[in-house]
């Protein structure tokens, strides 16, 4: 079982009281209708499954209740930093280099 | 085999005798036995049946790596239990337990046709094969095949007792209690004495190896001392490691209940305790190597850990005429000193031309026949050995030698299994740029530095800290952790700066003394027997 860090509660705590959220920084459009079938499709659909580092939104659920973002490795489940919701968080270079 | 009750010797209770039912047959043991070295103590030797071919199996080995002694105990309607290890159960009062996979006694086994057919039984033979006719399959052939291919049967009732699971954390985890466990344990306790120390092991006992060396039972008693006066050093026997997963985080397993008499077992039977620890300290020794040699399994033919656990720790000789089969020199070791309590050793077999001088003298000065360069290529005897043949490694038969026990020492092989759940490589393993990312990277808390792979606990040698990697990096679980002297207790004093992840008032809290917990009176029992072994 992980161990998580809550950016929100500053605490790091068993996977149990997390749910996780999808991948992390999709931008909502700001005109939908303005949008081609496929634009859109990209939009709701077409998600990164990368080998290695990936962002992600968990959720505290049982906590805080709050979402915030997180840079685990999907090959080591590590988690490399978590941040809150609305930060760009650490860049690849400072988390050692892209991948 | 006929192995019988030394005269004096073990860590066995002679006072306090132990009744049980091997069979339906009364047996008499000593509190402090387990169920092999009773039995084996009173002169049994056959344990249980092949899988398949129904090939006469005894004993192999005295722990948990048993293979052959599988046996069912019944403790009542709902509480019959199969497969279980009889060495590594430990007798009370009243126990029952019988063989299995055999039809209608293990001594007169119908089953055993299936040795004599075994040409045409090969591996991987497909039991379909006696399809026809089709209405004979469910009513003749399949009921043959289960009770003939199978192990023990399951239980028939429902499982009356309840289980525990309880969270558990600490700074320091320490997983087997062999000398080097106990001595990490110790220290790390020692050196800092906020710092939460657990020491679990599988045994009845804590001390692993030492309990079967004399030579170590004052060592072991002041460990004994030790604990019982650090406080926050909580001492778990009985107590199985079971899972190694992410972030430290240890699932074990406490039998509660199984090694009382049947009036006295209240309460759960089993507890699953699991651990968020900071360090992680692997300690599980190593399981002694079998040797490759034509009728390897007649009952009788053991290990020499075995044969040194039964003489030193049970005062039982595993035979009347023992013969021991060496590639490495604690086979001598162990032949020596099971020779020293009073068991006839007749001769050392080793496929080594040369063997250092000081084992050659002391296995002569103890009445051994010594035979440098040979090997056993094999034992004759059906139920129990009645020979060993002997080649020169230059090829010519040489000579049969009249044995009732061949122990064999093949070397060791470190127990891997915790250390192989957290992703952990072998000292020397080819590593690749994928495995390399597949060991767990320690940035993060509490993995700060993984398991530390601790040497055979060599119960002759004196004991001493495991080694620990002392860099926290994932290549450094790749190469062969460093010989340093670094204490557990120097990370374990460090981590209010890198293990955040521990909260510091955890709960629930890991019991503060273990003078009142159930580990203490196993503790004192052994305690008492080092200092006086009685007659």
Sequence with gaps: MLLIHCPYCDATRPELEFTYGGQAHIARPLDPSALTDAEWENFLYIRSNPRGRHRERWRHTHGCGRFFNAVRDTVTDRFAATYRTGETGPSDADLGGAQ | MSGYRLPAGGLIDRKAPVRLLWDGEGYTGFSGDNLASALVANGVSLFGRSFKYHRPRGLLGMGAEEPNALVTIDRGPGRVTPN?????????????????????????????????????????????????????????????????????????????????????????????????????????????????????????????????????WDWLKAAYDDISALPNLQVLPRTTGIAYLHDNYVAAAER?????????????????????????????????RPLVFDGNDTPGVMLASAGRTLALRYGVAPGRAVAVVATHDSGWTDAIAIAKAGVNVTTIIDARATVSADLLAAARAQGITVMTAHSVIGVKGRL???????????????????????????????????????????????????????????????????????????????????????????????????????SPCARASARSSTSSAIPPTAWPPIRAKPATSTACRSLRRACRSPSQPSA
């Excluded at chain 2, 289960?146 to 028939?156: D, F, N, T, V, Y």
């Excluded at chain 2, 759960?268 to 699991?274: A, F, K």
Aim: proline share 10%.
């Design chain 2, 256 to 288: 509660l209940t199984d090694h009382l008499p049947i009036s006295e077992a209240t309460g759960p039977r089993e507890r699953l305790w699991r651990f968020r620890a900071g360090e992680v300290i692997l300690a599980q020794g190593a399981i002694e």
């Design chain 2, 384 to 486: 129990e050995v009645t020979a060993v043949e002997t080649a020169s490694t230059a090829g010519s038969i040489s000579s049969t030698i009249p044995a009732d026990c061949l122990l064999m020492a093949g070397g060791w092989t470190p127990t891997l299994h915790l250390w192989s759940h957290s992703k952990g490589t072998m000292p020397g393993a080819r590593t690749c740029p994928t495995s390399r990312s597949r060991t767990p990277a320690s940035s993060a808390p509490g993995q700060g530095t993984g398991p530390s792979a601790a040497a055979r606990p060599s119960p002759r040698s004196p004991p001493r800290a495991p080694r620990t990697s002392s860099k926290p990096s994932s290549i450094s679980r790749t190469t062969s952790p460093p010989r340093t002297s670094a």
């Design chain 2, 84 to 216: 279980l290890r009889a060495p590594a159960l430990p007798v009370y009062e009243g126990m029952a337990a019988t063989s299995q996979n055999r039809y209608p006694s293990l001594k007169y086994d119908l089953g055993e046709v299936n040795n004599s057919l075994s040409t045409f039984l090969p591996a991987g033979f497909y039991n379909k094969t006696f399809m026809w006719p089709r209405a004979a399959w469910e009513k003749l052939y399949e009921p043959a095949i289960r009770r003939m291919a199978g192990l023990g049967e399951s239980p028939k009732a429902s499982d009356p007792d309840h289980y525990e699971a309880v969270y558990a954390h600490c700074e320091v985890l320490v997983i087997g209690a062999g000398p080097a466990g106990i001595e990490a344990a110790i220290t790390a306790a020692k050196a800092d004495p906020a710092a939460r120390v657990v020491l679990i092991d599988e045994q009845e006992e804590i001390g692993g190896g030492a309990l079967s060396d004399p030579d170590l």
